[in-house]
Nanobody, 124 residues
Framework: QAQLVESGGGLVQSGASLRLSCAASGRTFSDYGMGWFRQAPGKEREFVAGISRSGGSTVYADSVKGRFTISRDNAKNTMYLQMNGLKPEDTAVYYC?????????????????WGQGTQVTVSS
């Protein structure tokens, strides 16, 4: 069973940058696609970015395209989300997750394991 632990969240001003990390336990990290999701108060959890098992394919939500970059280091069992140009509407709890497949998927039901989340708050 995989365990995922996010870190790197915090309180920043609009326009700032943050880098989230997701450390995974277990030997199967590199066998599956991974993703980042977020959930703001009163809203449903939404897809932010996904990456294939090799890191060769990535997909982004339109709302973050051009500002966020997802990456992974399979040797370190770690995935990252570099967030630049943060906006107040990016405020949410950010979750990393491991999917059931090797490619990139957007739907929450395609993900098997989830982290506990890390809070990102962007002030205006």
């Amino acid at each position: 069973q995989a365990q995922l632990v996010e870190s790197g969240g915090g309180l920043v001003q609009s326009g700032a940058s943050l880098r989230l990390s997701c450390a995974a336990s277990g030997r199967t990290f590199s066998d599956y696609g991974m993703g980042w999701f977020r959930q703001a108060p009163g809203k449903e959890r939404e897809f932010v970015a996904g990456i294939s098992r090799s890191g060769g394919s990535t997909v982004y939500a339109d709302s973050v395209k051009g500002r966020f970059t997802i990456s992974r280091d399979n040797a370190k069992n770690t995935m990252y989300l570099q967030m630049n140009g943060l906006k107040p509407e990016d405020t949410a709890v950010y979750y990393c997750a491991r999917s059931r497949s090797i490619g990139v998927v957007r739907t929450t039901t395609s993900y098997v394991y989830w982290g506990q989340g890390t809070q990102v708050t962007v002030s205006s």
